[in-house]
Nanobody
């Protein structure tokens, strides 16, 4: 079983930056591909960014390319999502998710989920 704990959410103003963290435990970290998803009220949960278990492949949703950067620190068993130029449309609950080995963007391929962290962006 994999446990994921997110942190770093909060209330920011449009244009601000924020960093989310997700600490993983329960399995060797290098066996896990990890991703960030988000869900706004009334909308489906959507892929935001992901990194494969080797840290070689990263992928981003078009809506965040150039503004968000995902990274992983294998020594700390933690992934990060650095978000810049935040927009009101970025407001959502952000979830960290993990799957074994192979990278993917499909929500259904991720078996393990964190509890989510709220980001609110004021205009």
């Amino acid at each position: 079983q994999v446990q994921l704990v997110e942190s770093g959410g909060g209330l920011v103003q449009a244009g601000d930056s924020l960093v989310l963290s997700c600490a993983a435990s329960g399995r060797p970290f290098t066996t896990l591909s990890l991703a960030w998803f988000r869900q706004a009220p009334g909308k489906e949960r959507e892929f935001v960014a992901g990194v494969d278990n080797r840290g070689v492949v990263t992928n981003y949703a078009d809506s965040v390319k150039g503004r968000f950067t995902m990274s992983r620190d294998n020594a700390k068993n933690t992934v990060y999502l650095q978000m810049t130029s935040l927009k009101p449309d970025d407001a959502a609950v952000y979830y960290c998710a993990a799957k074994l080995y192979g990278f993917g963007t499909a929500l259904t391929s991720y078996k393990y989920w964190g509890q989510g962290t709220q980001i609110t962006v004021s205009s």
